[in-house]
């Protein structure tokens, strides 16, 4: 425990948390739609729900799976689990009891916190899983034997909680995935996950990581004011959350579904710096509010607007250049398996703002490799992203998954992603999409997110996402499953002679789709999985095309 003379001891989430609060105790550290919480009572909240955590039997180690949309009492929970030394489990809220069921079995938690949205499926878990402890933010329905959040918090004192053992070994879980498979959680020790992920005390990551503990206290920032358009159960909000946490700095959530005009509102009403969207499902929505309402909102506190979570068009990255050009924009790459991988900056005035945000500048550690060795710059050759150094432990209760992502070469453990690149002449790093949607169409490779990139620059696409099917000349065919905008019909011609100036002939879609709503997951994340199906004859569709197009002048 760190009192407030104190330098946290070590690199552990709850010594950082316990050092830095006390400084900045009257500064506002969350904000979701009307509720607030100064340091000070976000620390005595927490403190509280430690010691109720405790009293149900949680033990260092304990899994408690978090189960609601965002609001303040996600991050009390995921703090007062850290503060035990308990992991608190980010679950998707939007799962039904079957998917919440099977991820809880599988990761043996011992108790799930939840609220009135989530109950309906909740209830399916409580009857089928022994969870002893469980928690509603909300009335608790007595029949599932939670206890109301509120009530526990009144049965416990606010003074810190002296919890022996705490180290940056302690573990911190993230889950991923179950868009293509079920979800995965990565097992990070809390030291390396605050270097890799929560940007080492440098949340902007521009002065560098601290180097110890103690050098913490010269980073708090002064006032910092961040939104990220993001659940909590997904690392661009968590990790953000906790960086400008452990900073002294604000984060406003947005509650509930993405609502664009709330948003720029929150964006006015609390001086927000910096806003992280996620792709163009999230940044689209944002800027058509935006030129909707012209002169409804300030944005004049905004420095910077960044990207993370999932790819952006180069369309929308112009546009969001050419709408604000007083602001430096920032793309970032990683994943849950890495951290922060890489990131461009362009500042106003960079000639490269209109072309879009699309190598990127890779942080140590990070390499390209092709067969184990590194791709050398300006060769065109296409290798996966690796990382070394602070990496996770492996895959949660998950050993085959582990072996074939963490591998050992020439003697150093590397994690190799999903994610595959060129390394273009001056080193940076052309990121080309996952290699498991790689679709090989006559012996071509074709990645859909570059398809989706140019597809999305068509004025009648809303939204889009890029898989192949099964075709009897080509083996597989570049299938399109766009959503257009309100009042829109785009042909498959259409979209063919649009994208035929900047993707070569067999790249071009053969099938086309129109559905009313591309299906992402609340993070915006695509879901290439369903993709796949509507593409391949589902009917959640609206109009098909193609079966023919494309003849073999396409890939020669």
Known sequence: MATEADAPATFNFADIWEAVSPRVGERTALVCGPDRRTFAELAARVNRLARHLLAEGMAPGDHVGICMPNRVEWVEAMLAAFTIRAVPINLNHRYRAAELNELLGRDGARGIVFDASTEPEVAGVLSALDLPVRLCAGEADAALGAVAFEEALAAHAPDPVEVPGRSGDDHYVMYTGGTTGSPKGVVWRQEDAFFACIGGGDPSRMQGAVERPEQIFER??????????????????????????????????????LDPEAVWEAVEDEAVNLITVIGDAVGRPLLDAWDANPGRWAASSLLAISNGGAPMSPALKARIAATFPDKVLIDGFGSSETGAQGSQRLQPGDADRAGGLARFTAYADTAVLDDHRPVAPGSGVVGRVALRGRIPLGYHRDPERTASTFVEI?????????????????????????????????????????????????????????????????????????????????????????????????????????????????????????????????????????????????HV
């Open 220 to 257: 708090l920032t002064g006032g910092f004011s961040y939104l990220p358009v993001a659940p909590l159960m997904h690392a661009a909000a968590q990790w953000t959350t906790l960086a400008q946490l452990f900073a002294g700095g604000q984060t406003t959530l947005m509650p509930g579904a």
């Open 410 to 554: 020439e003697g150093v453990r590397h994690v190799l992603t999903g994610d595959m690149a060129t390394v273009e002449a001056d080193g940076s790093i052309q990121l080309l999409g996952r290699g498991s949607q790689c679709i090989n169409t006559g012996g071509e490779k074709v990645f859909p997110e570059e398809v989706e990139a140019a597809l999305h620059g068509h004025p009648a696409v809303a939204d889009v996402l890029v898989v192949g099917v099964p075709d009897e000349r080509w083996g597989s065919a570049v299938a399109a499953v766009v959503a257009p905008v309100p009042g829109a019909e785009p042909s498959l011609e259409d979209l063919r002679e649009h994208c035929r100036g900047d993707l070569a002939g067999f790249k071009l879609p053969k099938r086309l789709v129109l559905v009313d709503r591309v299906q992402r997951s609340p993070a915006g994340k695509a879901d290439y999985r369903w993709a796949t199906g509507v593409a391949e004859g589902g009917t959640d569709h609206r109009r098909r095309e193609g079966g023919d197009a494309g003849g073999a002048e396409d």
